[in-house]
């Protein structure tokens, strides 16, 4: 710890929930960076470290973004969930505050829990890890479809538009008029297709590297609806990321391919075929969406990269595919062109 202070929001939040007690000092901390919709902490209590994530209504990025707080209590929930579906697949919840929009996780180190995202940007592409991603996914997805009960958990079909839907897709619309059409189709689509536990956010920022398999982090855009979303939304980061370490896009584009292919033979609520499909759709909007949306990815800021992937994804949204393969050729052959 650096000896910081959490702000009195921090440590109000513990003593709500059980985790601090109403006369003890606020202890030591340290600010997290990384997230731009919440307040991370690491506080060091006396049971030992744990980390606060309080939400924010407004975004910290630089379009005008706001979000309900509201999303960390879904969030707790769908932690809940999915360690229920696959244990350890998430950071064990320790309390929630919906007052504060507030909740407390227990925290696991780097040093045995990287980052996926910085494992990614040092070249270390490893297909095996990127395939368990994929089949915990699906073994989460699999466990939560057609549960009535926990799709009553999660009436959050306004936050998943206003923090996915909205600032991904229809905000790319607006940037181009030729292809809203398109993008309107996949949002049409995607708020229709309601079938199991969606995480929402699923990235190599939000996946830890863990020694028992992937750990998922930040689920506030926890929704019941398409499956599709989070297996498109995470192989859109693995096609991103060969204009960020070019040198390993070859084995960005195995990694794609063994998650795209785990995930695929767990299906079990549907044809395989069918959330294959709606992916490899809505693969193309979200490509566009991370150059053009409100939430641009950090690393492609030349031009020339931002011009490729523009290329690939309004040919592919013009002249659509059903199989996700297709969408990995047209990338490649950009790649190589």
């Keep these: 710890m650096t000896g910081e202070t959490p702000h009195t929001e921090i440590a109000a939040a513990l003593r709500a929930m059980h985790l601090l007690a109403d006369d003890a000092p606020v202890p030591d901390g340290r600010a997290l960076t990384g997230g731009v919709s919440s307040d991370i902490w690491l506080v060091a209590l006396p049971s030992g470290p744990v980390v606060v994530k309080r939400a924010l209504d407004k975004l910290k990025v630089a379009a005008d973004w706001h979000a309900p707080v509201e999303r960390n209590l879904y969030e707790a929930r769908w932690m809940r969930q999915a360690n229920a579906a696959a244990p350890g697949c998430a950071p064990a ?116 590297v863990g020694p028992a398999g992937p750990v998922f982090l930040d689920a506030e855009c926890a929704w019941w609806g398409d499956p599709a979303f989070d297996l498109a939304f995470v192989l859109n980061h693995l096609l991103l990321k060969c204009l960020w370490n070019p040198q390993a896009a070859t084995g960005f584009l195995a990694c794609f391919a063994a998650l795209a292919e785990a995930y695929l033979a767990r299906v079990t609520w549907e044809p395989a075929s069918a959330p294959e499909a709606r992916a490899a759709r809505l693969l193309p909007g979200l490509l566009l969406a991370r150059v053009d949306g409100k939430s641009p990815v950090e690393y492609l800021t030349a031009e020339n990269d931002k011009a490729r992937v523009r290329r690939v994804a309004r040919a592919l949204l013009a002249a659509p595919v059903a199989r996700l393969a297709d969408v990995a050729t047209a990338w490649r052959k950009e790649l190589a062109a």
Aim: charged letters at 20%.
């Design 93 to 208: 919840l320790l309390g929630q505050d919906a007052a504060s929009g507030a909740l407390a996780m227990a925290y696991l180190p780097p040093e045995t829990h990287p980052l996926w995202k910085t494992e990614l940007r040092e070249g270390r592409a490893d297909p095996a890890f990127a395939g368990a991603v994929g089949a915990t996914l699906a073994r989460i997805h699999a466990a939560t479809a057609a549960d009535a009960t926990v799709a009553a958990m999660f009436p959050t079909d306004a936050i998943f538009f206003d923090i996915r839907l909205e600032p991904y897709l229809l905000a790319t619309a607006r940037r181009h008029p030729d292809r809203a059409a398109a993008l309107q189709a996949l949002v049409t689509t995607t708020q229709a297709t309601r079938l199991a536990l969606v995480h929402g956010d699923v990235s190599p920022k939000n996946i830890l």
